[in-house]
């Protein structure tokens, strides 16, 4: 996932609205009652 996070982030950049100077994801994947589940929070620099 590192490999594509800075070349995906370049991409969206384009599309994107401004919402702040700085922003992060953090994300992981998850195995509930046998599923996998992709789980994300985007946070910025008010938390």
């Known amino acids: ?13 384009r599309f994107a609205t401004p919402a702040g ?5 953090d994300e992981t994947d998850l195995k509930i009652r046998g599923r996998c589940v992709y789980l994300y ?3 910025d620099r008010a938390g």
Do not use: D, E, H, L
Not at 1 to 13: E, S
Not at 21 to 25: F, G, I, K, L, P
């Open 41 to 43: 929070q985007a946070v």
């Open 1 to 13: 996932m590192r490999r594509y996070t800075p070349g995906f982030a370049k991409r969206w950049n």
């Open 21 to 25: 100077r700085s922003w992060r994801v």
